[in-house]
């Protein structure tokens, strides 16, 4: 297998991620385009038809406050985290820190289990001979 047929994996990761990053990132007022060069510099490149239903979805839900600034030339919206986003914020880096704490420690277990399995297989079947002399 190519690791470019693992896109559709990591994309379906990283979506989930986008919430948290954006939730955070706005703990500071900003605007769409501005949020979408600060998540890519902070590594969770997003693509603009992506960003823009997800912050009007977070906004519909309470978690993001917004308001239109009209003092430049072209009005922009402007967002901000609002208080039940970050209490969500908080709650989900939780969550992301307990499911890498565990997907960490299922790797290691099973590697040392992929480490061992040969061994392991083979003393079980001396024991299991053992018993049935």
Do not use: C
Request: net charge negative; hydrophobic share 35%.
């Amino acid at each position: 297998m190519e690791e470019a047929d693992f896109d559709g994996h990591l994309q379906e990761l990283r979506r989930g991620t986008i919430v948290l990053a954006s939730l955070q990132l706005l703990r500071e007022p900003g605007y769409g385009y501005g949020l979408l060069e600060q998540l890519s510099a902070a590594g969770f490149p997003t693509d603009a038809n992506t960003l823009y239903p997800l912050l009007r979805r977070l906004e519909k839900q309470g978690y993001l406050d917004s308001a239109w600034n009209t003092d430049e030339a072209r009005p922009r919206k402007f967002y901000r985290t609002s208080a039940s986003g970050i209490r969500l914020a908080e709650t989900l880096t939780r969550e992301l820190a307990a499911i890498a704490s565990a997907s960490a420690a299922l790797a290691e277990t099973t590697r040392r289990g992929a480490d061992n399995t040969g061994a392991d297989a083979i003393g079980a079947e001396k024991t299991r001979a053992e018993k049935e002399k």
